[in-house]
């Protein structure tokens, strides 16, 4: 598919590529394993100018378009679905919202060292009580004098343990439910703002995931991002670009499960002939492959409808559930390929399944993109 790739974005592919199989693809298994951070790894993606792709020079970012971010996002999780999802996380979820809807001087303040990657950011909108249906958060940020003061519990926050820069969702107006909403740019060692529980989980280990309190917790009065009671709507235009990282980061899944499977099946002999002989296998393989392709194209075309600045709620809901459902299939489909071998750690496939799964819950289930997708059909 590179006839539809700019010279540009060509060359952020290859460049990506490269950085990703020499320098995040030896650690990605034991990062995994135990849970590492890729510290050193996000530092040379900072110099690399991978931590700001999409945003402008003017802030720190690179000054790509949203198409290179894919492209960037995909080559990093074909080595490291860990590394993807936390530079994905850090780019669409907290750059993206401070730079949509930030005031020039929180722009200013925050931008450039999140952009360089000098500092990790996240997003935390999920509560334990408050999953698919967020806006049933209960997190509660109160005025007083010149200063909102933060009551609530956050989980499930990706890169929580390393951000210093979170955006936050909390209810300023309870009884305005969704319309009550705001969102808030909270810094780390803030007096009140803690880390809580880590999760420990079946994939992408090296991007942690934990809960963020807020006891009285006091940020100052000009923290608060875009307009006050408009939080809800900057979570879900948030989370529409978010949806494209996560169908990236599923598409690079997707795409290093179906090379390990053919690079497998043509070394591996049995009844003396490679199993790439078996129809079964090719049919797999095949499977795969057309699979991999649709969901491509459908992330290309979400990532090019925000490129062009038009409203891709629908296309981005789409990509996001065919790609992270093909990551499962293709992760399922190499593991079936590689027989038992590929349910020992000594494969890479067993990991791909493991880093798959999240796809199809994070940033929305497969059945909430669903939802938007009917949603918009029967509008
Ligand atoms: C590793 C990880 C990282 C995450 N990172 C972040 C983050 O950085 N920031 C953040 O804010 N959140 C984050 N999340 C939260 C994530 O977005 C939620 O887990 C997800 O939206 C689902 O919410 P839930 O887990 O509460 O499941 P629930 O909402 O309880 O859903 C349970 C089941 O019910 C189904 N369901 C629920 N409602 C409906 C419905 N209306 N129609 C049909 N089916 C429905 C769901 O699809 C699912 O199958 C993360 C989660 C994980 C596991």
Same mark, same amino acid.
């Given at each position: 598919?590179?006839?539809?790739?700019?010279?540009?974005?060509?060359?952020?592919?290859?460049?990506?590529?490269?950085?990703?199989?020499?320098?995040?693809?030896?650690?990605?298994?034991?990062?995994?394993?135990?849970?590492?951070?890729?510290?050193?790894?996000?530092?040379?993606?900072?110099?690399?100018?991978?931590?700001?792709?999409?945003?402008?020079?003017?802030?720190?970012?690179?000054?790509?378009?949203?198409?290179?971010?894919?492209?960037?996002?995909?080559?990093?999780?074909?080595? #490291?679905?860990?590394?993807?999802?936390?530079?994905?996380?850090?780019?669409?979820? #907290?750059?993206?919202?401070?730079?949509?809807?930030?005031?020039?001087?929180?722009?200013?303040?925050?931008?450039?060292?999140? #952009?360089?990657?000098?500092?990790?950011?996240?997003?935390?909108?999920?509560?334990?009580?408050?999953?698919?249906?967020?806006?049933?958060?209960?997190?509660?940020?109160?005025?007083?004098?010149?200063?909102?003061?933060?009551?609530?519990?956050?989980?499930?926050?990706?890169?929580?343990?390393?951000?210093?820069?979170?955006?936050?969702?909390?209810?300023?107006?309870?009884?305005?439910?969704?319309?009550?909403?705001?969102?808030?740019?909270?810094?780390?060692?803030?007096?009140?703002?803690?880390?809580?529980?880590?999760?420990?989980?079946?994939?992408?280990?090296? #991007?942690?995931?934990?809960?963020?309190?807020?006891?009285?917790?006091?940020?100052?009065?000009?923290?608060?991002?875009?307009?006050?009671?408009?939080?809800?709507?900057?979570?879900?235009?948030?989370?529409?670009?978010?949806?494209?990282?996560?169908?990236?980061?599923?598409?690079?899944?997707?795409?290093?499960?179906?090379?390990?499977?053919?690079?497998?099946?043509?070394?591996?002999?049995?009844?003396?002939?490679?199993?790439?002989?078996?129809?079964?296998?090719?049919?797999?393989?095949?499977?795969?492959?057309?699979?991999?392709?649709?969901?491509?194209?459908?992330?290309?075309?979400?990532?090019?409808?925000?490129?062009?600045?038009?409203?891709?709620?629908?296309?981005?809901?789409?990509?996001?559930?065919?790609?992270?459902?093909?990551?499962?299939?293709?992760?399922?489909?190499?593991?079936?390929?590689?027989?038992?071998?590929?349910?020992?750690?000594?494969?890479?496939?067993?990991?791909?399944?493991?880093?798959?799964?999240?796809?199809?819950?994070?940033?929305?289930?497969?059945?909430?993109?669903?939802?938007?997708?009917?949603?918009?059909?029967?509008?």
């Amino acid at each position: 598919m590179n006839y539809l790739l700019s010279e540009e974005q060509k060359m952020v592919e290859i460049m990506v590529e490269k950085f990703a199989r020499e320098e995040i693809a030896p650690q990605a298994r034991a990062n995994q394993a135990q849970e590492i951070f890729p510290a050193e790894i996000i530092k040379k993606a900072g110099a690399l100018g991978l931590m700001g792709i999409a945003y402008p020079a003017e802030y720190g970012g690179s000054g790509m378009d949203y198409i290179s971010y894919m492209l960037a996002i995909e080559q990093i999780s074909r080595y #490291c679905a860990s590394t993807g999802v936390i530079i994905s996380a850090h780019s669409s979820l #907290c750059i993206d919202p401070i730079y949509r809807f930030g005031s020039e001087e929180q722009k200013q303040k925050y931008l450039p060292s999140l #952009c360089k990657g000098e500092k990790i950011g996240c997003f935390a909108l999920t509560e334990p009580a408050a999953g698919s249906d967020a806006g049933g958060l209960k997190t509660v940020a109160v005025l007083a004098n010149d200063h909102w003061v933060l009551n609530g519990v956050k989980n499930f926050i990706s890169n929580a343990c390393e951000a210093e820069v979170a955006v936050i969702m909390a209810l300023t107006e309870p009884a305005q439910k969704t319309r009550g909403i705001s969102a808030f740019i909270v810094e780390k060692g803030t007096p009140g703002f803690s880390i809580g529980k880590k999760e420990h989980k079946l994939g992408i280990g090296a #991007c942690s995931t934990a809960e963020l309190i807020f006891e009285d917790c006091a940020i100052p009065k000009a923290n608060l991002l875009g307009e006050i009671n408009k939080g809800f709507k900057i979570a879900m235009i948030t989370l529409d670009g978010g949806r494209l990282g996560i169908a990236s980061q599923a598409l690079g899944i997707a795409r290093a499960a179906l090379e390990d499977a053919c690079k497998y099946a043509k070394e591996r002999e049995q009844f003396n002939q490679p199993i790439a002989n078996f129809q079964a296998i090719q049919w797999m393989i095949a499977d795969m492959c057309t699979e991999y392709e649709a969901a491509w194209l459908l992330t290309y075309r979400a990532s090019l409808l925000k490129d062009k600045g038009v409203n891709y709620s629908k296309e981005a809901a789409m990509a996001k559930l065919k790609a992270s459902e093909t990551a499962s299939f293709c992760a399922n489909k190499a593991m079936q390929i590689h027989g038992g071998y590929g349910y020992t750690k000594e494969f890479d496939v067993e990991r791909y399944l493991r880093d798959a799964k999240i796809t199809e819950i994070y940033e929305g289930t497969s059945e909430i993109m669903r939802a938007i997708i009917a949603g918009a059909c029967l509008k």
